[in-house]
Structure formats: C-alpha cells, structure tokens
C-alpha cells in the first residue's frame, strides 16, 4: 500500500513499506504525462548515500578519509592520541566512571 511522505508544487514522494520501494512523481507544464522514478530498497540507499555526498560538496565540508586512505589530518589525530601519557591506573578508574555516571 502506497504511503505519501512528502507532496510539494513540484513533486510527490511516496513508499511502499512491504515491498519495499520508494517513488518519486514530477509535477510540471506537461499535463498528459507525469514523469515517474520508482526504486527498490537497495538503489534507494545508493540514491541516499549520493544526495548525501551532494549535500556534503554543497556545504564545502571536507572528507574525513580521502578516497581509499586517511587523510593526513586524521593521521596525526590518531598519532596525537596514541602519544598521550598514560593516566595513573586510579585516575583511569575516576575518569571512566565519572564517564559512565
């Protein structure tokens, strides 16, 4: 059964939760025919993940991981905490359980 999610000027999102499929309807001049996008579950994700690195480009934000390694900046992050002094055996006791409390 067809659920709408979201109906605006432009276009009409609706799911179909037990089998799984997601639709996208395009409103605009053409009266006879209205473009449809229907999609699985699975190229709903790859949609998802790909608007996301959209956004992401958009908003000028900067990859954790360059594609295929870390990025140097995480690196050192990593180094830097590795380095870090060794915290006395009771204070590692007080900090982790003022963390839990």
Excluded: C
């Excluded at 295929?68 to 870090?84: A, C, L, P, V, Y």
């Amino acid at each position: 059964m067809w659920k709408r999610m979201l109906k605006t000027e432009l276009l009409e999102i609706r799911m179909d939760e037990s089998n799984r499929l997601f639709e996208v309807q395009l409103y605009g001049n053409i009266e006879d025919t209205i473009p449809v996008v229907r999609l699985g579950h699975a190229d709903l994700i790859e949609l998802m993940h790909t608007l996301l690195e959209i956004n992401r480009t958009f908003r000028g934000d900067l990859p954790y991981y360059a594609a295929g390694e870390k990025s140097e900046q995480s690196t050192h992050s990593f180094i830097d905490r590795q380095n870090q002094p060794k915290l006395p055996v009771s204070a590692e006791k007080s900090t982790s359980a003022s963390m839990h409390a």
